[in-house]
């Protein structure tokens, strides 16, 4: 564990604790971090999104910091908490746009189409968040797995540290759970 990890991690125990000048030393430690997830979300997002990176970082760490129950394993942990946390506000935010959209087709797609920027994703975004419900149901891991692999681009290592599964089983899980999302998502 290096000392940034052992600093994030500690800050974390400090906040679960209730010291709130943690969170004042926790954000310059994490915020780089969660900005290139939200990149890695907001990528496969339409260029037209009206969400920037940084406002969906200021608005999954406020949701964050709310969550008291969490017991924060790592920050690997904290970090795949961020992701789930900007994958739901992006899929919130398609809801919305679709709401105002009524009428609007569903259409078939892949998950590679999924994957890729579009103008027009709503529909996309929200196949895919009902296709991982599923897929939760079913196997809860494989679900995280893809959230993490692919939402907070975990390694299969760091994956395999927040779930307590070694990599070559990360591996395996994410080989079933892409294959059975190609299968959900291609009709």
Known sequence: MNAATGEVTQMLVELRRG?????????PL???????????????????HTLQPTALVHEAYLR?????????????????VSSTLMRRILVDHARAGKANKRGDGWETFSIDEA?????????????LDEA??????LDERQAKIVEMRFFAGMSEEEAGDV?????????????????????????
């Open 19 to 27: 010291n709130k000048e943690a969170e004042a030393r926790l954000i």
């Open 64 to 80: 964050l910091i709310k969550i008291q129950e969490v017991d924060w394993q790592s920050r690997s942990h904290f970090f795949a």
């Open 115 to 127: 994957f890729l920027p579009a103008p027009q994703r709503a529909p996309e975004v929200l196949a």
């Open 163 to 187: 779930l307590g599964v070694s990599a070559r089983t990360i591996k395996r899980d994410w080989r079933v759970a892409k294959a059975w999302l190609f299968k959900e998502l291609s009709g």
């Open 132 to 137: 991982l419900s599923k897929l939760a149901l």
């Open 30 to 48: 994490v915020y780089n971090e969660l900005r290139r997830i939200a990149a890695i979300h907001l990528r496969r997002e339409s260029p037209q």
